[in-house]
């Protein structure tokens, strides 16, 4: 027993640093800043991202994307209504007076900056471009909007910005004078897409199968140390109390959570790198390793063929006692973490990533316990304020969402850290991930958790019990997020300011309405006269 919870210690010192890392159910747009300003007649266009294949001398080339100004005509949202044309560089590249090449129904394209981007369109316009390409001076994309002492605007043709690096690779074809034509056109994107019904239905299962573990484990626990007490003998009441390899949350911890995250978080956001994500992937893969191997070996225990090699133990240097079942299952484990690790930027990871992170969601759960309705409110409490500061608030202070940068990797060469389960999305014309950290998952999922064991050790029905009405909470709660996701024209929603209230909230009304609150608050499990009878028969 002692060296099972050594090693169950060290899995959840691990897991432990891995959830501080970041909580939150992101989009991947790529639209920032200046979206402030009033909309009136002429500039009041949604911002839509813009695809612009290129062909360079008849030859198919790159195709990227662009953003499209809230003044100007609307794109085409089909490919083939969109037009082929050739493109042409400014002279003056900046646009903000008459081009000296004449045009005749090209695109210019032309630099940001001297004047307004609504100077540039009129000028543009006036030449006779059938469209403005404006390349930004970043790698980001700019939401181009009016000016606030503008008048009302009428501009007659399509304004897009493209990013540094993809309008610099235009124009350096353009002054080697080869022949650049391009397409524009903004496909309109599902209202939801496949992916976020699955990964919800992730979510959403990984806690379940999570309590039920820990619930069933709190259970057998429970029995075996009723039977213990009940026949104990002078030895085993010297021996002290009951050790179940679960090690419970306190309300210090609780609050030392938000400190060590916000800490963490604020070194991925100026030490991000390719080194540093390095680390955090060999993390990853030694805590999925571990969680896969944990769930796995519990799994195969339950076979009466395997229950022998599960309870037959071998002495291993600086491990200690290791069951047999256990030493076949863990090369499979390392080798998927290490097969995940070294192809974590095919297209497929995806796959390997979510299996290594729902096992090691599981396991954490399974091992970190809310002892009572107290320390699971002040958790959720902290991570609740955590969440919003770090999404929102962060913007004050650092002119970005702390949180969003670094859950996308802006600062890396990666496509966001691995601490996340993510799903390609399936319909979606511009491509990307739903994704949502395990945060989310994990700190919500101890305090359903806590209910599932909580109505176990009562023998409440499921009906007069708190998991159910708990899980339904945590799943509104979620689904509200992805709406929310939507509604915001995809910008970063920190899921637990929709998941908190929805879960912490139906705990705590329904104690109050069934008169469990006090004691659900102080010693989190019920009064048993015979408990190892009771318990039993619930079993049954």
């Given amino acids: 027993m002692e060296v099972a919870t050594a090693v169950k210690l060290n899995r959840t010192v691990l897991a432990v640093i891995l959830i501080s890392l970041i909580s939150g159910v992101l989009s991947g747009d ?3 800043h200046d979206d402030k300003s009033p909309t009136r007649p002429g500039c009041d266009n949604d911002f839509v991202l813009v695809k612009v294949p290129t062909w360079i001398d008849d030859k198919e080339e790159d195709e990227y994307v662009g953003v499209g100004a809230r003044f100007g005509p609307t794109l085409q949202s089909k490919e083939k209504d969109a037009h082929k044309t050739r493109v042409t560089l400014a002279d003056p590249t900046d646009c903000c007076t008459t081009p000296k090449n004449k045009l005749t129904g090209e695109i210019i394209l032309v630099q940001r900056g001297k004047c307004s981007f609504t100077t540039k369109a009129n000028v543009a316009e006036a030449a006779g471009a059938s469209a403005i390409l404006i390349i930004n001076n970043s790698t980001e994309l700019f939401k181009m909007v009016c000016e606030k002492d503008e008048p009302d605007i009428d501009i007659g043709i399509p304004v897009v910005m493209l990013p540094q690096d993809a309008g610099e690779s235009l124009r350096g074809n353009l002054q080697k004078n080869l022949n650049v034509f391009v397409q524009l056109y903004s496909p309109s994107r599902p209202l939801v897409d496949v992916a976020e019904v699955f990964l919800w239905l992730m979510a959403v299962g990984t806690i379940l199968c999570a309590s039920y573990w820990s619930a069933w484990t709190a259970r057998e626990s429970a029995i075996d140390q009723d039977k213990l007490l009940k026949d104990a003998s002078d030895e085993y009441l010297s021996t002290g109390p009951y050790s179940s390899g679960v090690v419970e949350i306190t309300t210090t911890s ?23 994500i390095e680390v955090l992937v060999i993390l990853f893969a030694i805590g999925g390793a571990e969680g896969l191997q944990t769930c796995l070996v519990a799994l195969l225990s339950c076979l009466r063929s395997l229950e022998h090699a599960a309870n037959t133990f071998i002495k291993i240097p600086f491990l200690g006692a290791v069951s047999y079942l256990t030493l076949v299952v863990s090369p499979f484990c390392v080798a998927c973490a290490v097969l995940w690790a070294s192809f974590r930027r095919h297209h497929f990871a ?14 954490v759960i399974q091992i970190i316990q809310v002892p009572n309705l107290k320390v699971g409110a002040v958790l959720l409490g902290c991570a609740f304020l955590y969440d919003i500061f770090w999404v929102f608030v962060s913007k004050l202070m650092f002119d970005e969402s702390v949180m969003i940068v670094v859950a996308r990797g802006d600062k890396s060469g990666e496509d966001g850290i691995p601490m996340l389960l993510k799903i390609p999305r399936m319909f979606d014309p511009w491509g990307g991930y739903s994704i949502i950290g ?29 998991f159910l009405w708990t899980m339904i909470a945590y799943g509104l709660g979620l689904l509200i997020t992805y709406v929310a996701l939507n509604l915001m024209d995809g910008h970063g929603q920190p899921a637990l300011l929709y998941i908190v209230p929805f879960t912490l909230g139906t705990f705590i009304t329904l104690g109050i309405k069934r008169g469990d609150l ?10 048993r006269i015979c408990p190892h009878v009771q318990l039993q028969s619930s079993g049954e």
Wanted: with cysteine.
């Fill in 30 to 32: 790529i639209v920032h």
């Fill in 254 to 276: 609780a609050l030392v959570f938000v400190v060590v995250a916000s800490c963490f978080l604020v070194l991925l956001y100026y030490k991000m790198s390719d080194a540093f």
């Fill in 350 to 363: 995806w796959i390997g990533q979510d299996i290594l992170g729902v096992t090691l969601i599981i396991t």
């Fill in 438 to 466: 395990f945060g989310d998952i994990i700190l919500p999922g101890l305090l359903v958790a806590f209910s599932l064991r909580y109505d176990w050790l009562s023998n409440k029905s499921l009906r007069e019990g708190y």
């Fill in 518 to 527: 006090l004691h659900l608050w102080t010693r989190g499990e019920p009064d």
